[in-house]
Nanobody, 124 residues
Framework: QVQLVESGGGLVQAGGSLRLSCAVSGNVLAVNAMSWYRQTPGNQRDLVAT???????NYADSVKGRFTISRDNAKNTVYLQMNSLKPEDTAAYYCYADVRTNDEYGIAWDYKYWGQGTQVTVSS
């Protein structure tokens, strides 16, 4: 049993900030790479930022300099600090994680999981 629970979404004015959190819980042996994606109605889910277990990060060009992805390995949690928000950042944001966990036989494997999504709305 592994779950990703997101929080922190909401409504903000342009130029404001939000901090998203995604906590991985359950039978977790290790959390490998973690990412944030976003999706607007009728569009593909796009990668926003990713962070490896070692802390290396990558960002979509559209958010570079404004968003920061980070993680707390002790808490198995990834964060997305979003500053200088723009209306075009409005989307449902989804957490994604590569997690090492035991299968039903007690063998460790890596599986991919999605969070439930959290809505971010930026007004102009």
């Amino acid at each position: 049993q592994v779950q990703l629970v997101e929080s922190g979404g909401g409504l903000v004015q342009a130029g404001g900030s939000l901090r998203l959190s995604c906590a991985v819980s359950g039978n977790v042996l290790a959390v490998n790479a973690m990412s944030w994606y976003r999706q607007t109605p009728g569009n593909q889910r796009d990668l926003v930022a990713t962070i490896t277990s070692g802390g290396s990060t990558n960002y979509a060009d559209s958010v570079k300099g404004r968003f920061t992805i980070s993680r707390d390995n002790a808490k198995n949690t990834v964060y997305l600090q979003m500053n200088s928000l723009k209306p075009e950042d409005t989307a449902a944001y989804y957490c994604y994680a590569d997690v090492r966990t035991n299968d039903e036989y007690g063998i460790a494997w890596d599986y991919k999981y999605w969070g439930q999504g959290t809505q971010v709305t930026v007004s102009s």
